[in-house]
């Protein structure tokens, strides 16, 4: 196998980029290198680059993320503190050294392979749903039929974690939601997003990553007709097209619990991008401090 | 027959790495050759990831059955007069199983690894990929009928005088959306977008996310020989011999498909759904109901 070995160094190093406060932008920024890819989960990749403060109370969720990306594995914290011993850490303004050094690493792994929650001893087989459905068997969810919110017939509701790292989420927001296949039934905010400040909120930024959710590139946009997929009356166009012309958006979001219930999956996440993520992290602060 | 199959396998994985490059050119990230070779083996080095209670068959299974998919889909596209893998007088049916086909393996493999954003895309694909096979039925029966077979030679044959791309203007734009669509591309790419971190792939890690990759790119390439053979005339061709023709033709259909890939915006899935059945799905009627009566003796 040593040839694939010879031709696998050249590869791209495939990254999966944790934006922490004022991350956003120096990720962005990345994305264009030569030499690596950012890539959208992380089971695809090699590296984990944490960038940008993470709050401790995230720790065992990145924790979790670490045991996501298949070992071999190396980790670079660059401009934040490490929340937990693997990798290094990276102060300067480019990771890129830093990612290369740790795509040749192998940090051991950072949590137990063992189930978050014991077996919960409930209901008749134990899981702790009715029947043979629904409960939290190990901490993991099982679905339970519920009645569906648009025609009120019986559907399988799931209820689950969503965040605070998922890439097409707004940075550090966690949310609770209980889904009908991909219809958001119910939101509880859990975190909000992560301060950006002024360059996270910059339109060609947030343009691009409402973009990258409708899977094309920013140089695509304003002739494409990009608009005219967005569902009309959501004020996502009007976002959307605001972005496109450089101008900045000042709308504030209803509150993510009232505004997301009804939603397809594809159409809630559109629905976060097209904000800024200042406004975002506004509104959701707003309402935990109530 | 035995010389086509050969010729087809032969011939499948440097068009794939053409596919790649096709992918490749235009995103700004140079190694347009090479590029491909290198991450595929670097793909291939990485392990694959378990998950919890998985459905470990179909897991295992599902890309080499995409695969399998494309190359049965491949081979009712005669390469010269006399020359195709399956000779057989329904070529087009069997083609029409692969897609419809595919729509299973693409549910399965997001089915398999027993995690929430792989299934979403898993069940979105299926919604999707309905209407997306009718409209591909009823353009591809509006090619079959100026040649009055099924047969994918007679359908060639018939286009001696013009090609079913001029005949039929409508056929090859619908066609190009079930390509976009059995191909999980761009405005079609219900499964795999971004807006599920990869969706039925978000699980898959190692040989098994680069086996699927390889076949999407053959299923690309599969689409674009049919597309090339239906709508512009297959082998035909003057001067070249006639595998060149069809080798040009597939090229260009292949940059047709990554070009529109990146060019159409993906509509949210409910959206999607309403365009395919109440604008595309007449419009295949339409383009059926003018190849009739053209060919109205």
Same mark, same amino acid.
Request: proline share 10%; glycine share 10%; charged share 15%.
């Given at each position: 196998?040593?040839?694939?070995?010879? %031709?696998?160094?050249?590869?791209?190093?495939?990254?999966?980029?944790?934006?922490?406060?004022?991350?956003?932008?120096?990720?962005?920024? #990345?994305?264009?290198?030569?030499?690596?890819?950012?890539?959208?989960?992380?089971?695809?990749?090699?590296?984990?680059?944490?960038?940008?403060?993470?709050?401790?109370?995230?720790?065992? /969720?990145?924790?979790?993320?670490?045991?996501?990306?298949?070992?071999?594995?190396?980790?670079?914290?660059?401009?934040?503190?490490?929340?937990?011993?693997?990798?290094?850490?990276?102060?300067?303004?480019?990771?890129?050294?830093?990612?290369?050094?740790?795509?040749?690493?192998?940090?051991?792994?950072?949590?137990?392979?063992?189930?978050?929650?014991?077996?919960?001893?409930?209901?008749?087989?134990?899981?702790?749903?009715?029947?043979?459905?629904?409960?939290?068997?190990?901490?993991?969810?099982?679905?339970?039929?519920?009645?569906?919110?648009?025609?009120?017939?019986?559907?399988?509701?799931?209820?689950?974690?969503?965040?605070?790292?998922?890439?097409? #989420?707004?940075?550090?927001?966690?949310?609770?939601?209980? #889904?009908?296949?991909?219809?958001?039934?119910?939101?509880?905010?859990?975190?909000?997003?992560?301060?950006?400040?002024?360059?996270?909120?910059?339109?060609?930024?947030?343009?691009?990553?409402?973009?990258?959710?409708?899977?094309?590139?920013?140089?695509?946009?304003? /002739?494409?007709?990009? %608009?005219?997929?967005?569902?009309?009356?959501?004020?996502?166009?009007?976002?959307?097209?605001?972005?496109?012309?450089?101008?900045?958006?000042?709308?504030?979001?209803?509150?993510?619990?009232?505004?997301?219930?009804?939603?397809?999956?594809?159409?809630?996440?559109?629905?976060?991008?097209?904000?800024?993520?200042?406004?975002?992290?506004?509104?959701?602060?707003?309402?935990?401090?109530? | 027959?035995?010389?086509?199959?050969?010729?087809?396998?032969?011939?499948?994985?440097?068009?794939?790495?053409?596919?790649?490059?096709?992918?490749?050119?235009?995103?700004? @990230?140079?190694?347009?050759?090479?590029?491909?070779?290198?991450?595929?083996?670097?793909?291939?080095?990485?392990?694959?990831?378990?998950?919890?209670?998985?459905?470990?068959?179909?897991?295992?299974?599902?890309?080499?059955?995409?695969?399998?998919?494309?190359?049965?889909?491949?081979?009712?596209?005669?390469?010269?007069?006399?020359?195709?893998?399956?000779?057989?007088?329904?070529?087009?049916?069997?083609?029409?199983?692969?897609?419809?086909?595919?729509?299973?393996?693409?549910?399965?493999?997001?089915?398999?690894?027993?995690?929430?954003?792989?299934?979403?895309?898993?069940?979105?694909?299926?919604?999707?990929?309905?209407?997306?096979?009718?409209?591909?039925?009823?353009?591809?029966?509006?090619?079959?009928?100026?040649?009055?077979?099924?047969?994918?030679?007679?359908?060639?044959?018939?286009?001696?005088?013009?090609?079913?791309?001029? @005949?039929?203007?409508?056929?090859?734009?619908?066609?190009?959306?079930?390509?976009?669509?059995?191909?999980?591309?761009?405005?079609?790419?219900?499964?795999?977008?971004?807006?599920?971190?990869?969706?039925?792939?978000?699980?898959?890690?190692?040989?098994?996310?680069?086996?699927?990759?390889?076949?999407?790119?053959?299923?690309?390439?599969?689409?674009?020989?049919?597309?090339?053979?239906?709508?512009?005339?297959?082998?035909?061709?003057?001067?070249?011999?006639?595998?060149?023709?069809?080798?040009?033709?597939?090229?260009?259909?292949?940059?047709?498909?990554?070009?529109?890939?990146?060019?159409?915006? @993906?509509?949210?899935?409910?959206?999607?759904?309403?365009?395919?059945?109440?604008?595309?799905?007449?419009?295949?009627?339409?383009?059926?109901?003018?190849?009739?009566?053209?060919?109205?003796?």
């Amino acid at each position: 196998m040593n040839w694939l070995s010879a %031709l696998a160094r050249g590869a791209e190093i495939p990254v999966f980029a944790v934006a922490g406060a004022q991350g956003l932008a120096p990720v962005e920024g #990345l994305r264009r290198r030569p030499g690596l890819r950012l890539v959208d989960s992380p089971r695809h990749a090699r590296v984990l680059l944490v960038a940008g403060a993470v709050d401790a109370a995230h720790k065992t /969720a990145l924790e979790r993320l670490h045991a996501q990306l298949p070992p071999p594995r190396g980790t670079v914290w660059w401009q934040a503190a490490p929340l937990f011993a693997r990798g290094e850490a990276v102060a300067g303004n480019d990771p890129l050294p830093a990612i290369r050094a740790a795509a040749e690493a192998s940090d051991p792994d950072q949590r137990p392979d063992v189930p978050p929650h014991p077996w919960q001893g409930m209901g008749p087989h134990g899981q702790g749903g009715r029947g043979m459905m629904g409960g939290n068997p190990y901490g993991r969810p099982m679905a339970m039929t519920a009645e569906d919110i648009r025609d009120g017939l019986e559907l399988d509701a799931y209820s689950a974690r969503f965040g605070p790292f998922l890439p097409m #989420l707004p940075p550090g927001l966690a949310l609770d939601l209980t #889904l009908q296949g991909d219809v958001i039934v119910s939101v509880t905010v859990v975190s909000p997003p992560f301060e950006q400040g002024v360059q996270g909120d910059a339109p060609d930024l947030c343009a691009a990553r409402m973009l990258r959710l409708m899977g094309i590139g920013p140089r695509a946009a304003r /002739a494409r007709g990009a %608009l005219m997929v967005l569902p009309k009356g959501s004020g996502m166009r009007r976002r959307l097209a605001a972005w496109l012309r450089g101008g900045t958006v000042a709308e504030t979001p209803e509150p993510l619990s009232e505004a997301l219930p009804g939603l397809e999956w594809a159409e809630a996440v559109l629905w976060l991008a097209s904000f800024p993520p200042s406004q975002l992290r506004a509104v959701c602060m707003e309402r935990q401090a109530a | 027959m035995i010389a086509a199959a050969l010729t087809l396998l032969l011939a499948l994985p440097p068009l794939v790495w053409v596919a790649a490059m096709f992918d490749r050119i235009g995103t700004g @990230r140079g190694a347009v050759l090479i590029g491909p070779l290198q991450n595929g083996a670097a793909l291939l080095l990485r392990p694959n990831t378990a998950t919890e209670a998985p459905d470990r068959l179909n897991r295992l299974l599902a890309p080499g059955w995409y695969l399998a998919l494309a190359l049965v889909g491949l081979s009712v596209v005669p390469l010269a007069p006399g020359v195709v893998a399956s000779d057989i007088s329904t070529g087009l049916v069997l083609w029409g199983a692969c897609e419809a086909l595919t729509v299973v393996v693409v549910f399965l493999h997001g089915w398999s690894p027993n995690a929430p954003l792989p299934l979403i895309g898993a069940y979105r694909y299926v919604a999707i990929g309905l209407p997306a096979m009718l409209l591909s039925m009823f353009v591809l029966i509006g090619a079959a009928l100026p040649a009055q077979s099924l047969s994918v030679v007679e359908v060639v044959e018939a286009q001696r005088e013009i090609w079913n791309v001029i @005949r039929q203007p409508l056929g090859l734009p619908l066609f190009m959306a079930l390509g976009l669509a059995i191909t999980l591309r761009g405005p079609f790419d219900y499964a795999d977008g971004a807006e599920l971190a990869g969706g039925t792939s978000a699980e898959e890690s190692g040989p098994a996310l680069a086996l699927w990759h390889f076949a999407r790119a053959a299923m690309l390439v599969a689409f674009s020989a049919m597309a090339a053979t239906a709508f512009l005339g297959g082998h035909l061709g003057p001067v070249l011999p006639g595998p060149v023709w069809l080798l040009l033709k597939t090229l260009v259909l292949m940059a047709l498909s990554v070009a529109a890939g990146r060019f159409f915006a @993906r509509m949210p899935p409910a959206r999607m759904l309403t365009f395919l059945w109440v604008v595309l799905l007449p419009l295949s009627f339409a383009s059926l109901a003018l190849v009739g009566v053209e060919v109205l003796p």
